[in-house]
């Protein structure tokens, strides 16, 4: 009786410990703003930032140590620049649109828009995904400074 006891409990252990991180990774991200940020306007995003995949830690793409930096020169345009950027190819134009703050570049380029989960911490997606596609890869941004 006891080895059936502790054979399931090991067993539901190993389901418990490989299902867990899948159903975490399909866990939605939110839709909308989760704190009050004015949409379209520069003054939120400007800071050095870290940025990864949401939901995967070991994919990071900036450190506070090699951060991304957004400056605006005014209230609805930002300049992003990447870790190793030293200056900002063309600025980006912010619009609010549906509760959200969509990044629309200047020059050309993929649109994205950001989502606020806290006030030092955003997610970005490309505005250009199918309908309900890919709410589980957002870049995820999270304030240095």
Known sequence: MRRRHAIRSTLALVFLVTALPAALALTPWPRANIV?????KSAPFVGQWSMQQAGQPTTTYAT?????????????HIFYLGPKDPEPEAATELVARDGRTHWRPI???PEYFSIWVDRDRFLLYEADMEP?????????????D
């Open 64 to 76: 506070c140590a090699l951060p991304v930096r957004i400056e605006a020169p005014d209230e609805t």
């Open 107 to 109: 020059a050309g380029g």
């Open 36 to 40: 009050d940020v004015e949409d379209g």
């Open 132 to 144: 309900e596609a890919d709410w589980g890869e957002p870049f995820a941004f999270t304030r240095c």
